[in-house]
């Protein structure tokens, strides 16, 4: 008949309680890192005065045990922490800021007391049918997204047999028609902007290079040629491609006030620069953007829109394949085009026709 298992270790097992005169004694059997299992006893007043010293004796023990590493007993928020140095090692800035916002707004407040052993599949279903009813389809898939990441970790430690967020219910962002912005709600954009100097120069640096929100958010002078009216985006989200750019002359005046600004207040090299003069928080950004939005009567608009309404404006002009090279997309969706072809890093020159469409509205 086989024995009884060996305690995980790290791992205690039953506690039991005995009274001698008038004190109590808890003890419980504790497997420690040599593989020894060893008993550990606490006393106190009372049954439940033993017992609580000896649950903290234990859980420092463990944590000595362990040595800082994964286990079953180790805290949601403790995977999470690890987790995400993980992501700041080997992923792009914009990504690991994404996931530490999913992780501090919602998964540790939710679930980060937990055990990781206490993550099942119903409870992660349950949190994440929460954060899509309560916040919406985008943050609870990024949320599974986050937690799959997080329990493969697990996984790899040994502090888990499996991922139970792969088993939760796949989340499918539901995909929506393109929408741009059409030249006269463009103009009352920048309108209502226009009190808003990050705003507005955003609108018409991220208009005129077709960039993302990170990617211009990150941009730094160094990588603006005001002389050859250029701009060198490093793409934050796609492994930080460099892709030049050749911008309109409403850009270019954009930067040349921006950078006017600039010599007169605090200098580096960040274009659009925090007050504390690091990247500017997107968040933060897109309440301010929120609000001219809103005197637009475009609420419906994001920052992306500007990528959008770029698109929109050259493939009109100039068709399909030069709005697509100016993106950074291959020129096609064909096998070829998209696992072979080389894509091309430097863009069309565009800037006319950017300019022309906006100035329509005037004629």
């Not at 006393?43 to 590493?69: C, F, M, Q, W, Y």
Request: charged fraction near 30%; aromatic fraction near 4%.
């Amino acid at each position: 008949m086989a024995g009884r298992p060996p305690l995980p270790i790290g791992t205690w097992g039953h506690v039991s309680t005995r009274r001698t005169g008038k004190t109590w004694t808890a003890e419980a059997r504790f497997r420690d890192t040599d593989g020894i299992t060893r008993r550990v006893g606490r006393t106190g007043s009372s049954a439940g005065a033993a017992r609580s010293a000896l649950a903290t004796a234990l859980r420092d023990r463990a944590a000595r045990a362990n040595d800082g590493e994964l286990t079953r007993e180790s805290t949601i928020a403790d995977l999470s922490r690890e987790y995400l140095l993980e992501v700041k090692a080997h992923r792009s800035t914009a990504t690991h800021d994404a996931y530490e916002r999913a992780s501090r707004v919602h998964i540790i407040p939710a679930l980060g007391a937990l055990r990781i052993r206490e993550g099942t599949v119903p409870r992660l279903e349950r949190f994440l049918r929460t954060v899509e009813e309560d916040t919406g389809v985008p943050t609870a898939r990024r949320c599974r997204i986050v937690l799959q990441g997080m329990w493969a970790l697990a996984v790899k430690h040994g502090a888990a047999e499996s991922n139970p967020a792969r088993d939760t219910s796949t989340i499918t962002v539901p995909v929506k028609d393109p929408r741009a912005l059409t030249v006269d709600e463009l103009a009352e954009l920048r309108a209502a902007a226009a009190g808003d100097w990050d705003v507005a120069d955003f609108i018409d640096v991220a208009l005129g290079t077709a960039g993302r929100i990170s990617d211009v958010l990150a941009l730094t002078w160094p990588d603006v040629d005001l002389t050859a009216k250029t701009v060198t985006l490093t793409e934050q989200k796609k492994g930080g491609r460099r892709l030049l750019r050749h911008v309109p002359a409403f850009t270019v005046a954009a930067l040349k006030a921006r950078k006017k600004r600039a010599t007169l207040g605090t200098s580096g090299d960040l274009v659009f620069p925090s007050s504390r003069g690091t990247v500017m928080d997107p968040s933060n950004f897109r309440r301010a953007w929120r609000a001219a939005a809103k005197e637009a009567k475009v609420e419906w608009a994001t920052p992306h829109v500007l990528r959008k309404t770029a698109a929109t404006v050259l493939a009109d002009a100039l068709g399909d394949a030069v709005a697509a090279d100016h993106l950074g997309h291959a020129p096609g969706s064909s096998v070829t085009s998209k696992h072979y072809l080389e894509r091309g890093t430097e863009g069309p020159d565009v800037g006319e026709v950017l300019d022309r469409a906006l100035k329509a509205r005037k004629k």
